[in-house]
């Protein structure tokens, strides 16, 4: 079954320095894709980077980055040069293309990212 | 192009009642999406239509929870009677079509609480 997994409830970081988001993820199909979702606090879900299973680079996206190791199943997300906007709740989702799937969104418990001045 | 339209954006019901919450998707996307969110989670695909056809309700408690897309367009959730766990957002989203990568545009959503 898919399954997505954010380790890290909450995480810190000094502002203008790097941050890594980690996602670990489970499925049986073969073609699949991966996004990273960012939730501030009024709600709204904003798409961040995204990376398909047969991507050989790892997708970047102005500060954002995909660390996509696909025989560990993880895809961390990366942000480089931390903004006080970027605090906020992270989502990792997943999406399999296979056979019969519906295309459906399977997220993970999410990560909270507090940027310190 | 305008975005995922929702409304009411915040509704408080006492338990037993019924409330009702209304999608409009970005025009000419077939695929809509209900999900929802409970706090400190991910949000959750309660049912999924292509145009006015239901893919997948396989997570909506059908006990208590109905959806319908007339037309293929704008859609309404309804949950009746509520009950306290059903506190939650309830995020509307769209894409394009359903099959291969197809971005899901998300609405504000709706932040219901129930007492």
């Known amino acids: 079954a898919q399954k997505i997994t954010q380790t890290q409830p909450g995480m810190f970081v000094q502002e203008k320095e790097a941050v890594t988001l980690d996602c670990t993820y489970d499925?049986?199909?073969?073609?699949?894709?991966l996004f990273w979702y960012k939730q501030p606090s009024s709600g709204e879900m904003i798409f961040l980077i995204y990376?398909?299973?047969?991507?050989?680079q790892n997708a970047t996206e102005g500060r954002y980055s995909l660390n996509f190791q696909k025989a560990r199943k993880s895809a961390n997300l990366v942000i480089s040069a931390s903004q006080l906007g970027d605090s906020a709740m992270y989502f990792c989702?997943?999406?399999?293309?296979?056979?019969?799937?519906?295309?459906?969104?399977?997220f993970g418990q999410g990560t909270t990212l507090q940027v310190k001045p | 192009e305008a975005g995922v339209a929702q409304s009411p954006r915040y509704k408080i019901i006492e338990k037993r009642q019924s409330v009702a919450f209304w999608c409009n998707p970005i025009?000419?996307?077939?695929?809509l999406y209900w999900y929802q969110q409970i706090l400190g989670q991910g949000p959750k695909l309660l049912i999924q239509?292509?145009?006015?056809?239901?893919?997948?309700d396989s997570q909506l408690p059908k006990d208590r929870f109905s959806a319908e897309r007339l037309k293929g367009v704008d859609s309404t959730l309804k949950i009746q009677p509520a009950k306290l766990e059903d506190s939650a957002v309830y995020l509307c989203?769209?894409?394009?079509?359903?099959?291969?990568?197809?971005?899901?545009?998300f609405g504000p959503g709706t932040r219901l609480t129930v007492l």
């Open positions: 025009s000419g996307h077939a695929t």
């Open positions: 499925t049986s199909d073969q073609s699949y894709g």
């Open positions: 989203a769209s894409s394009q079509d359903l099959g291969g990568y197809n971005e899901q545009f």
């Open positions: 239509f292509q145009n006015n056809g239901v893919v997948d």
């Open positions: 989702a997943m999406r399999e293309y296979g056979s019969g799937n519906t295309g459906k969104l399977i």
């Open positions: 990376q398909g299973s047969y991507d050989e």
